[in-house]
């Protein structure tokens, strides 16, 4: 599986962005998929996932201002970051599990000033 992660970029406290992920060489619409992200000196955490079906969870910091989504035509998954605080400062990694194993795509750094 290749997972391509994009989007991430500098914003201002109350900004937004969206990040995309594509998927390749799986059978896309088969995998639940998720966004996780990493603070400088932080444990990597859950942020979002959406089920095959779409059932979607939000973690608690983020519910209320973020929206994931996926596009099986596309074989992307979105994360819609709305009103963006300086503690969503991370890198976002774009997530799923083949096999029993979780995979991880590159990552795209988000950055939030005050």
């Known amino acids: 599986v290749q997972l391509q992660a994009s989007g991430g970029g500098s914003v201002q406290a109350g900004g937004f962005l969206r990040l995309s992920c594509s998927a390749s060489r799986i059978m896309f619409r088969a995998y639940d998929m998720a966004w996780y992200r990493q603070a400088p000196g932080k444990e990597r955490e859950l942020v979002a996932s959406?089920?095959?079906?779409?059932?979607?969870t939000l973690a608690n910091p983020v519910k209320g201002r973020f929206i994931i989504s996926r596009d099986n035509a596309q074989d992307a998954v979105y994360l819609q970051m709305n009103n963006l605080k300086p503690e969503d400062t991370a890198v976002y990694y774009c997530?799923?599990?083949?096999?029993?194993?979780?995979?991880w795509g590159q990552g795209t750094q988000v950055t939030v000033s005050s």
């Open positions: 959406i089920t095959s079906d779409g059932a979607t």
């Open positions: 997530s799923t599990v083949v096999r029993g194993q979780r995979r």
